[in-house]
RNA sequence: GACCCCAUCGUCUAGAGGUCAGGACAUCAGGUUUUCAUCCUGGUAACACGGGUUCGAUUCCCGUUGGGGUCGCCA
């Protein structure tokens, strides 16, 4: 019988859950999944300054929409201190750390680690053969002067307990690597494996820092993107499957996820091709949860109120089809639907209410509306073509004003199904609320 | 500065010596449509540069350039 894979998250609780680190969280994942492994969470919270209650939160939220879910209990690398601490003291009795006062500050003695003074190689699973000559790795501390253990200490230890097979990690720790590798031949632990992932960066290429803003899971969740979208998009951003698929479910995602195919390189998200992927998924959704998603989406932008009612607001949605390619695109583009105190755009009132003859066109259709047996589309659309044939208009002459009338914009779903949706009540009075206003 | 990593259309990528260098997003031109979106058809668009190796390099090697990472008693 074969080890278990076994992969792990790690992140440090700092209040907010960067694209860069949930991508290594779904590579991690995904490459646990796929082998049939464990996929472990380690909250790094040693920093007690960051990492509040809150801050934790946030990274279990974030994991949680993304449905990374983990094996077993979460660590909590603050409860490890006395381990970390006794391995540090065996390192000392076994001469592989020894104490030393590194001055400058006058702190006193501090726990260092020694480097043992020979190449170190390994096998990246992503970039490769790795090595780094004897004469580049310098000893390090592992415990401060003030007695607490520093990062690579902790890490190494908590990946030892925790029986960590596969380091996936960011490419910012490859040179970490080698000091890592160093401690786990001290102890005499067996060597995990080790991924490396590129970064990611924005649209300058650089580094992506807080003004960017779009870099933080919870930001995309506000956006109205879906998980699945972002977790298609990001598994895809120095991964592919090695065909030429692309919108996939998180089983597909699963099942094709092997570590030699990453990319090395880094690359940038395209905020564009992520809209057309969320748009792809919202496709898959059903009418119920994309009006959940929806629904949620105009209460978080102050849209939402509960006199709306829910066959209305499903009518809505159905009638605008795949123009949500957002769940915030129904406030954004659509609150027309559900307020009377809609707004008039400017340049459709004037090309198409403004025009000549357009409020008289708008009154003809008032009455013929008003005099309609069944409001439906089909029967408005058919009054309006025989209003057309008669008066010989083009069916843009009719349309058109009648559109920005009803929904002060010009742009929409289709107008009779639109009408049909909104009701006959709903309808005229809005006409006659335009024709008074502009006439 | 030292050490290390990276380099295919604008972007994400396929490609592992011989391909018309493929796909997707974006873009452009048509078509469908009452608008927009969708949808359909077609187009523009890439191997950073210079040396090798080879009958033949996007692919292998070296160098150059460019980009990035790391050099803490941060994580």
């Known amino acids: 019988m074969t080890t278990p894979i076994r992969t792990r998250f790690a992140p440090s609780p700092t209040g907010n859950v960067h694209i860069g680190n949930i991508r290594a969280a779904i590579y991690n994942w995904l490459f646990a999944r796929h082998e049939g492994g464990e996929f472990l ?9 960051r990492s509040t209650p809150q801050a934790v939160r946030t990274v279990l939220d974030s994991m949680d929409w993304l449905g990374l879910d983990h094996d077993g209990e979460v660590l909590y690398q ?26 400058g500050t006058g702190k006193g003695e501090c726990v260092v680690f020694r480097m043992p003074g020979k190449d170190i190689t390994y096998h990246d699973e992503v970039k490769g053969d790795l090595t780094k000559k004897a004469e580049d790795l ?18 190494v230890v908590d990946d030892i307990t ?45 580094p992506y820092s807080k003004r960017d803003g779009d870099a933080y899971v919870g930001e995309f969740r506000e956006k109205g993107f879906l998980p699945s979208a972002l977790f298609n998009s990001l598994a895809l951003l120095g991964w592919s499957p090695g065909d030429d698929r692309e919108v ?60 709306i009612d829910p066959a209305y607001f499903r009518a809505v949605i159905d009638c605008m089809g795949e123009r949500i390619r957002l769940f915030t695109d129904l406030g ?18 004037r090309k198409r209410l403004l025009k000549e003859g357009a409020l008289d066109i708008l009154r003809e ?5 008003e005099a309609l047996p069944d409001f439906t589309a089909a029967a408005s659309d058919a009054a309006l073509h025989a209003f057309a044939e008669k008066t010989g208009r083009g069916m843009g002459d009719l349309v058109h004003p009648l559109r920005v009338a009803v929904s002060g914009t010009g742009v929409g779903p289709g107008l009779f199904e639109m009408l049909e949706v909104m009701g006959r009540d709903r309808v005229l009075s809005r006409i006659r609320r335009t024709l008074s206003r502009f006439a």
């Open 248 to 307: 996939m479910t998180r089983d597909e995602l699963v099942a094709a996820f092997t570590l030699d195919r990453v990319r090395s390189a880094p690359s940038q998200l395209d905020m564009t091709k992520l809209l057309w992927m969320n748009g792809q998924h919202l496709k898959a959704l059903s009418p119920e949860d994309c009006a959940a998603g929806c629904r949620e989406a105009m209460q978080r932008q102050g849209l939402w109120n509960d006199a």
């Open 162 to 206: 925790m029986g960590v097979t596969h380091v996936i990690r960011g490419d910012d720790h490859v040179e970490n690597t080698f000091k890592h590798i160093a401690m786990y031949e001290a102890i005499g632990a067996p060597v995990p494996k080790f991924a490396h992932l590129p970064m990611i960066v924005n649209a300058q290429g650089k």
């Open 41 to 49: 969470l380690r909250i790094e919270d040693t920093d007690l300054e």
């Open 78 to 103: 603050s409860t490890q201190r006395e381990k970390h601490l006794e391995i540090a003291e065996r390192l000392l009795s076994t001469g592989h750390a020894y104490k030393q006062d590194k001055g």
């Open 138 to 155: 310098k000893d390090f501390v592992i415990v401060r002067s003030d007695g607490s253990p520093v990062f690579h200490l902790g890490n």
């Open 365 to 369: 259709e008032l009455a013929l509306l």
């Open 332 to 349: 954004d583009n659509a609150a027309f639907f559900f307020t009377e105190d809609y707004p008039y755009d400017e340049k459709s009132v």
